[in-house]
C-alpha cells in the first residue's frame, strides 16, 4: 500500500497540480488524468483482487482521497464518485451483474458516478415503481458528478415498499432522462449536472442491492473520505505556504477524522473544512495582490474550499461548522442557514 501512495502523491505532484489551473478552468476534466489513474489501479481501490482490485482498506483510500484533492480537486472531486458502485458490485447477491462490470470498472476501463436522489428527504426523492421486466424511475437527483466522464451511474431510489434499491444505469440521455448542467464555483469541470428521470425505465437485471430505507440519524457525518477533500485543500496551501503552524494543524485534524466514530464524525469533518478555509485565506494573505486574480493557485484554492463547505455535508456537520465558526443561533444563525 505505500507503493500505491507514493505512486499517487507522483501523480499529484508531477501531473495534476500543475495541471490545476487548466482544469479548473477547462470544460471537463482531462480523459489523460483519469487514464493515468486507471494506469495507477487507483480505480480498483476497492475491488476484489481476482478482478484486478487491490481491496484496500477505508484508511488508505481515505489517504489517496487526501493526496490526489491536493493535487486537482476537480479530479478527485470525479474519481471519488466511481468506488461506491465498486463496493456495491463486490457484495451484490447477483454474481452476473459483478462479473459483467467488476473487472472494467477496477481497470478503469468501465467509470461510474453517484445518483443519491432516492436517499434525501422531499417530495423530489427519486421513486422506482415496478414494472414487468424491471422499474420505471421519476423524480430528480440534483447533484450527478462526472456526466460525459462515466459509463454509468449506481442510482438509489425508493420503491412503493420503501425498499432502498440500488440500480447501475447506463450513463446516455434519453427521452426519459434528461440533464442539466450545474455550473459550480469551483470542480465545475467535474460535469456535476441535475438529473430528471420520467418513467425512465432500468431493467430487473441491473439490480445491485434491495434493502429496507433507513433515514440517516441525525448524528450523519457523511462519510470519513470526504472530509480528506477539505484536508486535500488545507495540504496544498500549507505547501505552498512553507513550514508554518498549519502543519500541525494538519496532522490533528487527520488523525481527529481517523479517530473518529459515527457520533464524533460530524465535527471532525467541520473541522477539516474549517481548516481548509483558514488555510486558503492564509495563502491569499501570503500571496498578497495577485491572489485574487483568476487563474492563480490561491484564488482557485479559496474557491474550493469555499465549495467544501458545503459539499457532502449534513445537518450535523453544519451546527458544527456554524459553531466553529462563531454561529452559535439567533437571527445570524438563521441567515446562514439561508447562505448556506
Not at 447506463?170 to 420520467?198: G, Y
Amino acid at each position: 500500500m505505500n507503493d500505491l501512495l507514493a505512486r499517487a502523491e507522483r501523480l499529484a505532484n508531477e501531473v495534476l497540480f500543475p495541471a490545476s489551473l487548466a482544469t479548473d478552468t477547462g470544460a471537463r476534466v482531462p480523459e489523460a488524468h483519469l487514464q493515468l489513474l486507471a494506469r495507477e489501479g487507483l480505480f480498483g481501490v476497492f475491488g476484489p483482487p481476482e478482478l484486478g482490485g487491490i481491496a484496500s482498506a477505508s484508511a488508505v483510500f481515505a489517504q489517496l482521497v487526501e493526496v490526489l484533492a491536493s493535487g486537482c480537486l476537480t479530479t478527485a472531486f470525479v474519481w471519488i464518485q466511481h468506488h461506491i458502485a465498486v463496493q456495491a458490485l463486490a457484495a451484490t447477491p447477483d454474481s452476473a451483474l459483478a462479473r459483467a462490470w467488476l473487472a472494467d470498472l477496477c481497470a478503469g476501463r468501465r467509470r461510474t458516478g453517484l445518483a443519491l436522489g432516492g436517499l434525501r428527504p422531499g417530495p423530489l426523492q427519486l421513486r422506482a415503481r415496478p414494472v414487468n421486466g424491471g422499474w420505471l424511475l421519476d423524480g430528480t437527483v440534483p447533484w450527478v458528478t462526472g456526466w460525459q466522464l462515466v459509463d454509468a451511474l449506481l442510482a438509489f431510489a425508493l420503491s412503493p415498499e420503501q425498499e432502498r434499491l440500488s440500480l447501475l444505469l447506463d450513463a446516455v440521455p434519453a427521452d426519459t432522462l434528461s440533464m442539466t448542467p450545474q455550473r459550480l464555483v469551483a470542480a465545475n469541470a467535474s460535469c456535476t449536472v441535475e438529473i430528471r428521470f420520467r418513467e425512465h425505465f432500468v431493467a430487473r437485471e441491473r439490480l445491485v442491492a434491495s434493502e429496507p430505507y433507513t433515514p440517516p440519524p441525525a448524528h450523519d457525518g457523511g462519510g470519513r473520505s470526504n472530509g480528506s477533500l477539505a484536508l486535500g485543500v488545507a495540504r496544498r496551501c500549507a505547501m505552498l505556504i512553507g513550514p508554518s503552524a498549519l502543519d500541525a494543524e494538519l496532522r490533528a485534524r487527520r488523525a481527529q477524522l481517523d479517530s473518529s466514530d459515527e457520533l464524533s464524525l460530524a465535527p471532525a469533518r467541520a473541522a477539516a473544512v474549517e481548516l481548509a478555509g483558514r488555510a486558503s485565506a492564509a495563502l491569499i494573505a501570503q500571496t498578497g495582490s495577485r491572489a485574487i486574480k483568476v487563474g492563480e493557485h490561491a484564488e482557485r484554492l479559496a474557491r474550493e474550499a469555499l465549495f467544501l463547505l458545503v459539499f457532502g455535508s449534513r445537518p450535523a456537520i453544519r451546527t458544527a461548522l456554524l459553531e466553529t465558526l462563531g454561529v452559535m443561533g439567533g437571527p445570524r444563525l438563521e441567515l446562514a442557514r439561508l447562505v448556506l
